[in-house]
């Protein structure tokens, strides 16, 4: 049996650097890198999101994106909700009183109440309790952690579309999904008629669930707080709901669906998932991603307990100054104290080579693998381990294996998982150095995007890619730009760090290697190639009739993906929302012992296949 090349043919999303198609985050991170032109090109695309006027200063439009103090309109940190428990003191003489109304009424009375109806339908009672009374109040107190890698001040995912009662993380999931459909420059009802309903896969998820008070937060949290559940809490905080949501309002998908979770690791989990697929010839396309919204005062509470945040005390400390410097909480592989949590929406549309040949689309890169291991017994279950060696050593072998030792010694680069803590900087660095001894590499670039958007979880890998395919079209590695020098631990003998912006240019940028150390024992490391090694893929797989009719077919959809990022520039967005609408009439479902066939898919899908086992 055949084996295909997952393509990557669309990208899009939203982090802290603003929205990825385009290639619009990437450039914000290289800001200082880029030509007058396409520096006012990423100010527009900025001013879109954030809703500035056009006459806004170019500093002001920079400062509302990226890792920055949190704005009070997502999270105001001097005035986070929280509650204080007390005891009200009272006896005969000095009692307590409250009223109630019938709705509120628990059905097991506590026997220290006396309750007294107020009027005759008995809609409304007194209580008056003469025993001290324990009771909750609720205050505004300030959070630890002031920096996060929030989305650019001022947009809001939800004011796009029809978002009632939707998480946060659901209506970026929205946004992100319908970014990376239109950037493919085709339309999707083309690519659904072009294979069979089944021929499609969805894999995304959320790690954290969502956990705003419109999803499970708010559900956990409605009894304590004297609240009810919503019908829909429950439903929409499961963590699979990226994945339904993209299935049922974006793509109207019958396809395989799944939502795999491996804490910061989560998006390659999934991206592997769809690798598998194409490679195999099960799927003929896979929209993969990941959406996180952890910026709320329960989830920074929960990981600054664990020690694992940049607190302000800690960055007063690490810098000697009496304020934080949030634009630079985030530090991988420098002097750190921990990460910067952040929220991301980011999606990719993967296709079979053969697919994408058929209908011209654009080639952004290609994934022949994404590798997961565990780390074995452990002393700790969030310390890091041998796991992140395995998956860092299979996928460098597998770029040897596919295009050859020079290539990997001298034009690959390594997006690093760089979270911003001092375990990190220093355990990751000597897999890097470990790993480029035993291949050979002298100097490796090395870059992490965490230290412009923050770690988004989930997502994390996500942002990598998204960066990732921006420095194969220009060829600039963005630097760690919040490090003054690298730390004095660090295993960086091979390495090449650097603060500033790395030229590598159009050859020495042709394979990455994302890497992502998850809570718990969940590594992953994803081996991407650019388009110029597909193009020679392409070359040795392809005739010269194919190629020019590809190209020709090419040209076209790229005028598409270049009036679509000229309208989301401006702020048309273009979000794809179909809620109760082009649903499958049942009645009209054909079904025989050959195939089944639905209305509104062209093809049909066929029941003939053994799935390549023998017969029994």
Known sequence: MR??????????????????????????????????????????SLKALTGLADDVDEQTVLNASLVRQLDPSVLDTDKARSAINVELNSDEQTS?????????????????????????KARRFRITVSEPLKARIDVQDALQVRAAGQLPTGFNPGDYYRSTHHPRGLQMSILAASDAINSVGIDWQ?????????????????????????????????????????????????????????????????????????????????????????RRGRRKVAVVGCAEAPILPEVIDGYAAMSALATDDDLRKLDGSEEPDFRKASRPFGENCGFTIAESAQYVVLMSDDLAMELGATIYGAVPGVYVNADGYKKSISAPGAGNYLTMAKAVGLARNLVGDDIVKNSSFVQAHGSSTPQN????????????????????????????????????????????????????????????????????????????DQNLGPNGAKVAFLNSKGFGGNNATATVFSPSLVDDYLQNHYSSEQLASYKAKAAKVEQAQESYFDGADTGDLKPRYHFGSDLINEDEISINRHEVSFPGYTKAVALDDNEGLEGF
Request: aromatic content about 8%; overall charge negative.
């Open 3 to 44: 084996s295909y090349l997952p393509l990557i043919v669309g990208f899009g999303g939203y982090n802290a650097a603003g929205r990825a198609s385009g290639h619009r985050a990437y450039e914000r991170m290289i800001y200082e890198s880029l030509g007058n032109s396409d520096k006012q090109r990423v100010l527009a």
């Open 96 to 120: 307590t009183q409250f009223e109630l109304s019938a709705r509120q009424m628990p059905s097991n009375i506590p026997e220290t109440w006396k309750v007294e109806a107020l009027d005759e």
């Open 190 to 278: 083309q690519i659904q008629d072009s294979v069979n309903p089944d021929d499609v896969a969805v894999y995304s998820s959320s790690v954290m669930s969502q956990l705003d008070d419109t999803g499970v937060g708010g559900m956990m949290n409605a009894r304590v707080l004297g609240k009810r559940s919503s019908s829909k809490q429950l439903s929409l905080g499961f963590t699979s709901m990226p994945a339904d949501f993209t299935n049922a309002y974006v793509l109207g998908s019958l396809g395989s669906t799944g939502a795999v979770t491996g804490a910061c690791a989560t998006f390659l989990y999934n991206l592997r998932w769809a690798v598998e697929d194409l």
């Open 425 to 500: 900087r220093v355990t990751e660095s000597r897999i890097f150095d470990r790993v480029a001894e035993a291949f050979g590499i002298d100097s490796w670039p090395v870059t992490a995007v965490k230290s412009y958007v923050g770690h988004s979880l989930g997502p994390a890998s996500g942002d990598q890619l998204a960066c990732t395919l921006g420095i194969f079209n220009r060829g600039v590695l963005p630097g760690i730009k919040t490090i003054d020098k690298v730390a004095d631990d660090i295993y960086g003998n091979r390495l090449s760090i650097s603060n500033k």
